[in-house]
């Protein structure tokens, strides 16, 4: 081990534990032991697979923390008390993550972990004592590595990497086992592959986007040759905004599927949404939007239920109201009881100079959806 001591700064990592557990592991340190454990670890390469620093936070009997975390993420997985004993010192137990997305460990293998991190990872120990403890490191370690083939072609973004588990029909000696393997890797989802997968994996391949923490964030089903359904992990399975074109890349891909295109248009005015939301949060948005954004609010995504960045979108608009109604007091009145009667096609026309009188059309609309006289679901064309 280095002789320069790890700090805080020393890593990119996070300070806390997001779901912290109490775990039970005792181990008794004599001073040199200590010692060495106050200098910590810092990565060396994109190998190293641990972070490690103490914080010589003084509570009570408590000398201090010992901090892991993982090194590729930064996250936090494990805190470790350390209490002065008399002449020496001791590890009373240990706080782990629970938060099932950043760490998946039963408490047990987190002991086991914990007991050859500190042991032969830091002080350097060789005994076969530490045989088992090892064992459940290597689980750990290879267990990212045994998911099927990783799409590699796929443009990520440097998020992470799409993982695929191969059907029972191009796959059928190792159905049972892709099965066990789908269902680990996204058991702390709202995918209800965690109770399915045996099924989803019947009617097709399954792809999976893991973020650089190994967490499930994108998912895609494939019936047969189809993209059968895209799923992200907020509400209503909707994707959040910064996997949004990882999802896009991946579609595009695969645009000789069946399904990839319609899939892909629905992520695409997902992106819409949140880039109307931005104009109209920082002050750029301006009357010539107008047709666009009705354009957009007419049309409707592929999500589960209530789309959550359509939502946020309808919300923001509202703030536009005293800087917009009063701009269409020059629409003329014959207009407005023109629309008021019928529903017409979408037709983009400019607000100051409009060509024809069907350019009016997405302002009309758009004063009535600012005074609450349609909704959103209005909108939407019948086809």
Same mark, same amino acid.
């Given at each position: ?16 534990? =997001? ?25 060396? /390469?994109?190998? @190293?697979?641990?972070?490690?620093? *103490? ?32 002449? @020496? ?15 998946? &460990?039963?408490?047990? /293998? @987190?002991? #086991? ?7 032969? *990872?830091?002080?350097? +120990? ?7 403890? =090892? ?14 083939? $990783?799409? @590699?072609?796929? &443009? ?8 695929? =588990? ?19 890797? $996204? ?7 965690? #109770? ?18 190994? &967490? ?5 089903? *494939? ?28 579609? $595009? ?12 248009? /629905? ?18 948005? +301006? ?26 979108? !309808? ?8 800087? =917009? !109604? #009063? ?13 008021? +009667? ?38 939407? +064309?019948?086809?």
């Amino acid at each position: 081990m280095s002789d320069i001591k790890a700090n805080a700064n020393s890593w990119n990592a996070k300070s806390t534990l =997001f779901k912290p557990q109490k775990i039970v592991f005792e181990q008794t340190l004599t001073v040199d032991e200590f010692s060495t454990l106050e200098k910590g670890y810092i990565p060396k /390469s994109d190998s @190293d697979k641990w972070f490690v620093y *103490f914080d010589d936070m003084i509570m009570d009997e408590v000398v201090g923390m010992l901090k892991f975390f993982r090194a590729h993420n930064g996250r936090m997985v494990y805190l470790v008390p350390i209490e002065k004993s008399g002449g @020496d010192y001791k590890i009373p137990f240990l706080f782990a993550e629970r938060y099932i997305r950043y760490w998946k &460990n039963t408490n047990e /293998s @987190d002991a #086991q972990i914990i007991c050859y991190l500190i042991n032969c *990872f830091l002080l350097g +120990k060789k005994d076969a004592a530490y045989d088992d403890c =090892f064992k459940a490191l290597e689980i750990l370690e290879e267990q990212s590595k045994e998911w099927c083939e $990783v799409a @590699d072609s796929v &443009n990520t973004h440097g998020k992470g990497k799409w993982v695929k =588990f191969n059907s029972k029909t191009s796959d059928p000696q190792n159905f049972q086992d892709n099965v066990e393997k789908l269902k680990a890797l $996204v058991s702390g989802t709202p995918w209800c592959t965690k #109770q399915l997968a045996d099924l989803h994996l019947t009617e097709g391949d399954f792809y999976i986007f893991i973020d650089n923490g190994s &967490n499930p964030q994108v998912a895609v089903k *494939f019936d047969n040759n189809k993209v059968g359904q895209v799923r992200g992990i907020l509400p209503y399975q909707q994707i959040e905004t910064e996997y949004l074109r990882i999802a896009d890349s991946f579609l $595009v891909s695969n645009y000789e599927k069946a399904g990839a295109r319609d899939w892909e248009a /629905s992520v695409k005015l997902n992106e819409s949404y949140i880039s109307y939301n931005k104009m109209i949060l920082n002050g750029t948005f +301006k009357p010539s939007n107008i047709p666009s954004l009705m354009g957009v609010l007419a049309k409707s995504t592929k999500d589960y239920g209530k789309n959550a960045h359509k939502a946020e979108l !309808l919300k923001n608009i509202q703030t536009l109201k005293q800087k =917009f !109604l #009063q701009r269409f007091k020059k629409v003329p009145e014959d207009y407005i009881e023109y629309f008021s +009667k019928t529903q017409t096609g979408w037709y983009e026309g400019s607000y100051e100079s409009p060509s024809n009188w069907w350019s009016y059309e997405p302002f009309i609309l758009f004063h009535k959806l600012l005074q609450g006289q349609i909704g959103a679901g209005s909108l939407i +064309k019948k086809k």
